[in-house]
């Protein structure tokens, strides 16, 4: 069983479970004498402890089953007024199953607690119809919920799992490790070639290791929260340092001068990278961007005007770029850590489009997450409609036809419905097998056992071995035995004969239809489908951004618009993302990086306010030559987008016709218009956005189905031509 379960971990959250479900539904049913208040305590332990998906270590899982406790109350009060009429029943099942599962867009927090939630208003909404028994009801479950919690901290706790937060501390130690090695090597020191390998393969690994899809559901930070948002920001910063260390290591001279600018720059940027780790461990103040804004200023001021040494204007170009990276990853790593900043700190105001504003903290935070997904291009919504209509129509046939316990139609449906037509078909065969064997064997025992120690000595026992043996051996071994457990939990409550095996079966069966109905006529295909959409979406919202955020250095509007719209696109196709990742793998999306695709989006998302921080807008109003570049190359980026996005949506991998050159071969080919202007401070403004969108038509070229450049290879591309 050790090989199945490490840790004993599914072993001892069957044995908490058992425990608080036998203390309540004994405690009730045998102590107090009542059959409502046992019935209650037992599935709110049943409810809370198996279907729900918490992230976190025991005293988070804790906390959460607590806050949890009003939504069952006004969930079970709701039900319990609506059990009387079928139609009223079915409308709130509707409602409230929309509400309850598309609050999950919230986040892995709000998402692990909807099948729970869900089944406190499916059993509530039931006949009988007995309003009087509400406060036996809510102390069954109350009991339940606050033993569990308790359980979850006392009795076996669980091994804290490696949270996103401790990846990205490695992560952001081994870069600040690279920086370092980097500035050391532009200075002149720090010869070696092997250690300078070492360097990159270890943070690569570190940066790699985050990857969302690699992370079980309950622990990706996906949620509205702004740790959360801290979080995301921190990824997308240290995987773009990462790319941009590897263009300034291609671009380093045999012999750097023993002052380089770009090396006394890339000192800070390692320094304030370490002060995020410690940020992030909680070890001290939350980190300060002074030192690195004061070093930026430096930097800038430093930078040559004259194109003299193209080496070297590559070199700055890309540490104050890199230095953008790091400002990012220490405003995103003190959201994570619960220090947002203030609106009016430049640093934070120029990077809101990362994490969000300070001001935005709490229900805005979410309502700006459910917004994004309020729209049928969205897979969460997608996936609530198909819940709550599914859910509603097994309420009125469970209501109409003459079914014994009919909240097993509605229990069976919320088992088997998937996201997709073909994952709910491979869950309905071991739902349905598992269930028949289950009744056939509880027949059996119906027939020949009639003494109910029997069942009360059972009960426990088939609480463990469903809890454990179910979940490790597969679904069809989870509902033989979750079959088993009604059986003996219903013959303690009223007689009982096979008629109750029976009465499970055909229930199972037509909540498996039901839900085989709506996974082929609601959003059948899943998300698959909806991945290839958005992203493509996605992809075209930033082709705009990128021209209007050149047109803003050219004395054009701020693209704030533009920026919101790409924002909501990115949120919808990274839910597409995490959704596509639990289900079956689709053989023809196979040949899709689908994380490299949605990186060069992000790459623009958060580079081009970072961009604009520094190289405010109308910056070049006044130099027509450089305008006419510009524009030239923010088409082209635009285009290449637009490339990308067409073949997504059509279904064909990504490819670029674009190839990548070296950042020396981009400046020489305007060398002409550098040394137009002389000695000027709008020399760096071009050579920087020459430099962005250089590097992001590098990404396009990156995700290209074949002849990709080796990561490193080529800083720039040949969007300045």
Known sequence: MHHRDPGYVVLRRAARLTLVASAGFYGGRYGAGDPTLATYALFGAVSMGAFTQLPGPPGERSRVLLLALPAAWVLISVGTMLAGNVWAASGGMLVIGFTVAFAGTGGPRLAGLVGALQLFYILASFPPYEPATLPQRLIGVTLAVVLLAIAEVLLWPDPAPVSYRQRVVRAADRVAALLGGTAQLLSGTGRDPHERTVWQERAAESVAALRLADFPATERPTGAALRDRGLRGCE????????????????????????????????????????????????????????????????????????????????????????????????????????????????????????????????????????????????????????????????????????????????????????????????????????????????????????SIVYVVALPVTMVLAFTVGRLLGPSWAQALFTLLLTFVFAQLAPAGPQLAEARLVNVLVGAAVGILAGVLVWPRGARHDLRKNTAGYLRAIGPLVEQAVEATLGGPRPDGVLVLATRAASLADASYAQYHSERHDPRSGGVDWQAVLAVGHHALH????????????????????????????????????????????????????????????????????????????????????????????????????DRPVPGRGSSSEVAR
């Open 607 to 706: 580079g081009i306010p970072a961009a604009l921080h520094r190289n405010p807008p109308g910056c070049l109003a006044d130099w027509p030559e450089a305008a006419a570049h510009l524009r030239g190359s923010a088409v082209r980026v635009r285009s290449a987008y637009d490339e990308i996005a067409d073949q997504i949506a059509h279904g064909d991998a990504p490819r670029s016709a674009l190839i990548s050159t070296s950042c020396v071969d981009e400046l020489d080919h305007i060398r002409p218009l550098l040394d137009e202007r002389g000695a000027s401070q709008q020399i760096r403004h071009l050579v920087e956005l020459n430099f962005l969108l250089a590097n992001l038509v590098d990404h396009i070229t990156q995700v290209s189905s074949s």
């Open 236 to 451: 997308a910063a240290l995987r773009g340092t990462l790319v941009k260390v590897r263009r300034i290591l291609a671009a380093v001279p045999a012999q750097p001068p023993p002052v380089l600018p770009a090396a006394r720059l890339l000192r800070t940027c390692a320094d304030t990278t370490r002060a995020v780790v410690l940020t992030l461990r909680r070890e001290e103040p939350p980190v300060s961007l002074d030192r690195l804004t004061a070093a930026i200023g430096e930097s800038e001021r430093a930078f040559p005007a004259t194109s003299a040494d193209l080496r070297r204007l590559c070199l700055d170009a890309g540490a104050l770029s890199l230095a953008d990276q790091v400002s990012i990853l220490a405003v995103s790593g003190r959201a994570a850590a619960g220090f947002p900043g203030s609106d009016e700190d430049p640093a934070v105001a120029a990077y809101q489009g990362v994490i969000g504003s300070a001001r935005h903290r709490g229900w805005r935070l979410y309502w700006q997450q459910f917004r994004a997904h309020l729209t049928f291009r969205s897979a969460l919504l997608q996936t609530a409609l198909r819940l709550a209509v599914a859910l509603a129509f097994a309420r009125v046939i469970a209501g109409v036809l003459p079914l014994q316990h009919g909240f097993w139609v509605l229990l069976a449906t919320l088992t088997v419905l998937r996201t997709s037509a073909v994952d709910t078909r491979t869950a309905l065969r071991p739902a349905v097998l598992g269930t028949i064997a289950g009744a056939l064997i509880s027949a059996v025992l119906m027939i020949f056992v009639n003494l």
